[in-house]
C-alpha cells in the first residue's frame, strides 16, 4: 500500500507541475466535415443551411457527423456549396 501512496504522490505531483507549467496533458484534433466546412464558410448555422436546403436540422447534423450521406439533390447543392459557397449565399438572400 505504502508503494501505491508513493506512486500516487507522485503522479499528482507531476500534474500539478504540468498544469502550473502550462502544458496540456494531451490534445484534441477536431476536423470537420466537407459539410461542416462548407456551412462555415458560408457563415451559416445548422438550422440556416438545413432550411436552405429543405431538410431537418437534425439530417444536416448526421451529414456532417457521417452517420448519413446525402443522397440525389442534397448530394449536388452540397457539392456545388463547397466548391462555390458564394451560390449559396445568393440564394440565400434572394
Not at 451529414?63 to 462555390?84: C, D, F, S
Amino acid at each position: 500500500m505504502d508503494k501505491e501512496m508513493e506512486r500516487f504522490q507522485k503522479d499528482l505531483l507531476e500534474s500539478v507541475r504540468q498544469m502550473k507549467a502550462g502544458k496540456a496533458a494531451r490534445t484534441t484534433k477536431v476536423t470537420l466535415s466537407p459539410i461542416a466546412e462548407a456551412r462555415n464558410r458560408l457563415g451559416m448555422s445548422q438550422s440556416e443551411l438545413a432550411a436552405l436546403m429543405g431538410v431537418s436540422p437534425r439530417t444536416l447534423q448526421d451529414w456532417e457527423q457521417g452517420r448519413r450521406k446525402p443522397t440525389g439533390a442534397a448530394q449536388t447543392l452540397l457539392r456545388v456549396a463547397i466548391a462555390h459557397p458564394e451560390a449559396l449565399r445568393d440564394l440565400k438572400a434572394a
